[in-house]
């Protein structure tokens, strides 16, 4: 039927090619110049981060053709068998973008561009500079446009999505101060938190890196992700004495990416959270699984320990929370929550742990066996915050939020100390010096930003600028 509307694509290629070369062909679609555009205006601002609402995250090729929980988005040369059309038309409900549905004109050409193949030249709109998908990222959850700012609504011109880079989507501060690891597309970069230089690209990760962790001895670094649909990954490299890098080991188990990760202090352990609905764990000498965990019902978002390595937690997009005995994985606790969860971290005792919640609350929960009806305190942060993190000492606890803003509280989260407004884009994610006196902030602008917790002031700002060199961007797409 929809052929009625658009009759000059042709249902045999072989026809199609052979008219083509008699009669004047329309063009074909570019992608970065035509398609990506219009999903970074108006899909972007909600299909994007580890609790992306169905599932489907626009932040990557592989993403956007994989689709979410009802499976493949895009299948090229069939616009008829991808779902991404169905919900543009309204045939699959809710329509999309959610009460303002697309143009029938724009619908016909993303149709298009997926009949002729759906390549992807690039996923930076309109020059093929950086990996992932940029340009208007408003909060999650809100229509876009809502955000504002000139550079980042519905109105950002492409000249001004060119400029940008891939997402800093992961911060870890290592534990003997020296290092910030920073992820990107495919990439971690090193840099010394005194001078704000780069001093290593690591690359290994397949896709984006979702989130980074240092052994607490600190010899070696993690980073995960993974392919949409198709497997998690961690990436996991020795810490060299000096000098060079080896490439890193990767582990593959998830059948889904991998939203978080985090090392248990005091055993050679870690747990990873994925979007696949378990969190699983680790035993970090061989590289294997000790335990599944699979007590949530929809994709597990974060996945903490306890500074003293008893209590394992978990959050997840079913709107709970769980708490498990790490030694005997024994389940000892649930926490409900009124939304989605997006973030959670143990407190420097480890008596509190943090959940951040797409209802906007950041909730301080007692660690304990035996069911807790309510919070010990809640925050109502305006946004939904994305990323939180307690410095080594326990004396420092930060966050970093969807309306771009980073705040620092005292170690017990019942003193909110500092708002740190400098950072122009969504913050994806925070780490805290051992010390607690300076943060460090990931953004969706590319950069890395460095502030004093004491007295507020921004430090420095690191562009890390597009993806480096030895990272290939996927051409011609799957
Ligand atoms: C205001 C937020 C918002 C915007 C903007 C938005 N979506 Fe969605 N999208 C959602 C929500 C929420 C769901 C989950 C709906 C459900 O399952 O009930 C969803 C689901 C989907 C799904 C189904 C995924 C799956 O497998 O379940 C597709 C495909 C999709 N959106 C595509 C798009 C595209 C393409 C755009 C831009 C043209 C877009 N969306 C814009 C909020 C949004």
Not at 420 to 426: A, G, R, V
Request: with cysteine; hydrophobic share 40%.
């Amino acid at each position: 039927m929809k052929a009625v509307f658009f009759p000059y694509l042709c249902a045999s290629a072989f026809i199609c090619g052979s008219l083509v070369s008699v009669a004047a062909a329309p063009p074909r679609i570019q992608f970065s110049r035509q398609v990506l555009p219009v999903l970074n205006r108006e899909c972007l601002g909600c299909h994007k981060g580890s609790a992306a609402p169905g599932g489907y995250s626009l932040e990557s090729a592989e993403r956007l053709f994989a689709g979410g929980r009802h499976g493949r988005a895009v299948v090229p040369g069939k616009s008829g068998e991808s779902s991404l059309i169905k919900y543009l038309t309204g045939e699959l409900k809710p329509q999309m973008p959610p009460g303002k549905p697309l143009p029938l004109d724009t619908v016909a050409l993303i149709r298009r561009w997926i009949d002729e193949g759906a390549k992807i030249d690039g996923m930076t709109a309109p020059t093929e500079q950086g990996g992932i998908l940029r340009g208007a990222m408003p909060m999650k959850g809100l229509p876009a446009g809502r955000a504002g700012g000139a550079a980042h609504g519905p109105g950002a011109s492409l000249p001004d999505a060119a400029k940008q880079s891939a997402p800093v989507t992961a911060v870890a501060w290592s534990p003997d101060g020296k290092w910030v690891a920073a992820g990107g597309y495919r990439a971690v970069r090193l840099l010394d938190p005194e001078s704000g230089s780069v001093l290593h690209t690591l690359a290994g990760p397949s896709n984006q890196v979702l989130s980074l962790a240092w052994s607490p001895d600190g010899k070696r670094l993690a980073a995960a992700g993974g392919q949409p649909g198709v497997a998690g990954e961690v990436s996991l490299w020795d810490v060299p004495p000096s000098g060079a890098w080896g490439p890193p080991r990767v582990l593959k188990e998830h059948r889904e990416t991998i939203s978080s990760i985090a090392w248990r202090p005091g055993a050679a352990e870690f747990a990873t959270a994925s979007l696949d609905k378990t969190a699983l764990v680790w035993d970090a000498a061989a590289g294997t699984v000790k335990r599944t965990l699979k007590d949530h019902v929809d994709a597990v978002t974060a996945v903490a320990y306890s500074p003293d390595g008893k209590w394992l937690a978990t959050a997840s997009s079913d709107r709970t929370a769980k708490l498990y005995q790490a030694d005997s994985g024994a389940k000892v606790n649930s926490f409900n929550h009124g939304d989605g969860l997006t973030a959670l971290a143990f407190s420097g005792k480890g008596d509190l742990l943090v959940t951040a919640c797409l209802d906007k609350q950041v909730r301080v929960w007692p660690v304990k066996v035996g069911t807790v009806e309510n919070p010990l305190r809640g925050h109502g942060e305006g946004e939904a915050v994305d990323a939180m993190a307690f410095s080594a000492d326990g004396g420092t606890f930060a966050w970093g939020a969807i309306n771009r803003k980073v705040r620092i509280w005292n170690g017990e989260v019942s003193n909110h100390k500092r708002e740190l407004n400098d950072c122009p884009d969504w913050v994806y994610g925070v780490a805290l010096s051992p010390d607690g006196k300076r943060v460090a902030a990931g953004a969706g602008d590319g950069k890395l930003y460095f502030w004093n917790t004491e007295d507020g002031k921004l430090l420095r700002t690191v562009p890390l600028g597009p993806v480096a060199a030895a990272v290939v961007l996927p051409a011609g797409g799957p």
